[in-house]
């Protein structure tokens, strides 16, 4: 006969075990965590198997990992550093204790590794797939926040970091491949960087494609954008697979490095990709674009 399925005390006994072995212990026992200091920033993301990870091709620890990255990306893009991080899983029959620390592994040990504590969370049983609900918050590092709506027509747009890699999982999904999707992070120290720097504009991280988060930038920002297709860092492990076709790099997205736009060079490594331009748009080499890229709600 099958084993019981673990009950929720259970559960929430093995997640406090795994915050603590990730050296992030945290008091579960109240229905509300005791902050202290300031939080400016607050955001908030899901991750849906099925939707935004495969548990046939991803191990649960990455997807716990993942979880906590796309969270403490958003924090990045706007210019905060990581703070706290709540979050709850919804848990479909037959979901065993196993799979559960797995994601708490995760979960936890990337928090830690960006100084994010892990604050309370919620479980619950749900009839479709298995979901993880993430809140995080966080501290602002400079005087005011990153936004999309502040780029110049003159600013030079930057990435903070190559494209690709997620994509590259997706397409030609290998077990390498599969492994490389995993290493993408939350850009936090580059955003500590700029914050201290004060010379960023508008800032965001890519998640949907470059090209789509691009024209957004420029929208809110009543601005156009010209990016140079050459002047875009690919990984060197999506050249390695689809040479000069990169299209799907430039449109794939969760990628999670930071976007922003600058009148002056940053004191750190960063590509400069194009540039803020009066007239509304978006051009690539030149050229009227799309911006393609990742929609929830459509075929794009």
């Not at 026992?29 to 091709?57: E, K």
């Not at 992070?185 to 988060?213: C, F």
């Not at 990169?246 to 750190?268: M, R, W």
Request: aromatic share 6%; glycine share 12%; proline share 8%.
């Amino acid at each position: 006969m099958p084993d019981d399925p673990p009950s929720e005390r259970a559960l929430v006994a093995l997640i406090g075990a795994e915050l603590a072995r990730a050296g992030r212990p945290a008091d579960l026992s109240d229905d509300c965590a005791h902050l202290r200091g300031q939080t400016a920033l607050v955001t908030h993301d899901d991750l849906v198997a099925g939707v935004h990870f495969d548990l046939a091709q991803d191990r649960p620890e990455e997807v716990g990992a993942q979880a906590a990255v796309v969270n403490l990306s958003d924090l990045a893009a706007s210019g905060g550093a990581a703070g706290w991080l709540v979050w709850s899983l919804m848990l479909p029959p037959g979901t065993d204790a196993e799979r559960v620390r797995a994601l708490t592994r995760g979960f936890a040990e990337t928090a830690a590794a960006h100084g994010a504590a892990v604050v309370g969370g919620n479980l619950t049983r749900t009839p479709g797939p298995l979901t993880v609900s993430v809140t995080a918050g966080g501290p602002l590092l400079g005087p005011r926040p990153f936004l999309r709506s502040a780029a110049r027509p003159g600013d030079t747009l930057y990435l903070t970091g190559p494209l690709g890699d997620a994509t590259l999982g997706f397409l030609r999904p290998t077990f390498a491949h599969r492994r490389r999707r995993h290493t993408w992070r939350p850009h936090l120290r580059e955003a500590a960087a700029l914050a201290a720097w004060g010379g960023v504009h508008a800032a965001m991280d890519v998640s949907d494609g470059l090209l789509l988060d691009a024209s957004r930038m420029g929208e809110a920002s009543r601005v156009g954008v010209e990016i140079d297709r050459a002047a875009v860092p690919v990984s060197a492990a999506f050249r390695e697979a689809f040479g000069a076709q990169t299209d799907a790099a430039l449109t794939g997205g969760e990628d999670y490095v930071l976007l922003f736009s600058a009148a002056a060079p940053p004191p750190l490594r960063a590509w400069a990709i194009g540039r803020c331009v009066p007239a509304p748009g978006l051009w690539l080499d030149g050229r009227r674009a799309s911006p393609t890229g990742h929609d929830h709600f459509r075929s794009v």
